[in-house]
């Protein structure tokens, strides 16, 4: 069976970017893939953050992983830093990956724009270790957003050199994109994230929801009601997309084109459709916080199916380098 791997940070509230432009499209793909996710806390300590907040932050991940529908009858869950071995292959990689490839990355030029004051090196090796978390599984598919591409770029390059001077030793792995790869904020400006407040929390409640979403820029140039839209330039419809029926997307676009329907008439169809998805993750999210030891068990499980794949892909990548190592 194929082998997939993706993960997601904790470094902030879970938000409908990070569920349509990955989340979702992970629990479809555990129907045909052999499937591999994990919250990257130590992907989450190359910015400032608070100590006591990653800790809380990362089971809450994990758990709505799990309310998403990421159980442990269809994929392994764990957390990145209960795999130590992650970070050994990252610093072997680091020796095949030169360091201008890494300056070029453009998550570390806005990361390091963002944070003038720690521009550190584990921001700079951000790639680095997120080719040893997909490759010490051999995966060779990871799904993720468009802001990742680059990323993945870099692992196949990673693989491509490894293998080169050591022998075949790792897959080169290929995205596969959801059909939301890039939402963006309510800002209609700039992409969804946790870091910037222009997100919709995945568990938000229902009038927190609806007010992000009523206040969200559309397509800008529809500045009065009469005015025709054009769905192509507006974000609303990236979301629409994700939550909303065919007959009803149909009906949606031709209204909009022909200003027939207003903003808020698209966006309230929009918000019933997306509170018919979300309440029951809500509502799953909800028992699971009252049984937290469960969460623990899956990925502590998860962590230790992980270990054993991690394990012989270290052997295999020491004898190939030459490491002494009885
Ligand atoms: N806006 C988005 N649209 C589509 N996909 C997105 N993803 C994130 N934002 C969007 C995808 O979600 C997965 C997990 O994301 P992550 O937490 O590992 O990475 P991130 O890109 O750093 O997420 P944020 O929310 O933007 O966090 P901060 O603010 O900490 O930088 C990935 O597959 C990502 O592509």
Same mark, same amino acid.
């Given at each position: ?46 910015v ?61 030029k806005d990361k390091s724009r963002q944070h003038r004051?720690n521009i ?20 060779? =598919?990871?799904?993720?957003? +468009? /802001?990742?591409?680059?990323?993945? #770029?870099?692992? &196949? ?5 490894? !293998? ?31 870091s910037m407040?222009? =997100?919709?929390?995945?568990? +938000? /409640?229902?009038?927190?929801?609806? #007010?992000?979403? &009523? ?5 800008? !140039? ?105």
């Amino acid at each position: 069976m194929k082998r997939i791997f993706s993960g997601i940070q904790p470094t902030g509230e879970v938000h409908i970017g990070n569920y349509i432009g990955a989340i979702k499209q992970w629990v479809e793909l555990t129907e045909e893939y052999d499937c591999i996710f994990c919250v990257v806390d130590y992907h989450a300590i190359t910015v400032e953050y608070n100590i006591e907040e990653l800790r809380d932050r990362t089971i809450e991940t994990a758990l709505i992983l799990i309310a998403c529908g990421l159980t442990p009858d269809r994929c392994r869950l764990f957390i990145q830093s209960h795999v130590p071995e992650h970070t050994e292959l990252a610093w072997i990689f680091n020796c095949v990956t030169p360091i201008g490839e890494l300056e070029r990355m453009t998550q570390f030029k806005d990361k390091s724009r963002q944070h003038r004051a720690n521009i550190n090196m584990g921001l700079m090796d951000y790639p680095v270790l997120q080719a040893a978390d997909i490759l010490i599984y051999k995966a060779g =598919y990871v799904p993720v957003g +468009e /802001d990742q591409v680059q990323h993945i #770029e870099l692992s &196949r390059e990673v693989a491509r050199r490894f !293998n080169n001077r050591f022998g075949d030793i790792f897959p080169e792995p290929q995205v596969i994109l959801s059909h939301a790869p890039r939402i963006l904020g309510v800002d209609g400006a700039s992409k969804m994230s946790k870091s910037m407040n222009n =997100y919709i929390g995945l568990l +938000e /409640d229902k009038d927190a929801i609806w #007010e992000k979403l &009523r206040t969200a820029v559309t397509d800008v !140039n529809r500045v009065r009601r009469a005015d025709p839209g054009n769905p192509e330039l507006c974000n609303i419809w990236t979301i629409h997309r994700a939550f909303s029926r065919e007959d009803e997307l149909l009906e949606i676009d031709k209204g909009c084109r022909q200003a027939s329907i207003g903003c808020i008439d698209c966006k309230k169809v929009l918000f019933k459709n997306m509170m018919d998805e979300l309440i029951p993750i809500r509502d799953r999210a909800d028992s699971l916080k009252k049984d937290r030891d469960y969460v623990i068990d899956v990925v502590r499980k998860g962590a230790k199916t992980c270990s054993e794949i991690a394990k012989k892909t270290m052997e295999e990548v020491r004898s190939s380098l030459g490491i002494f190592y009885p």
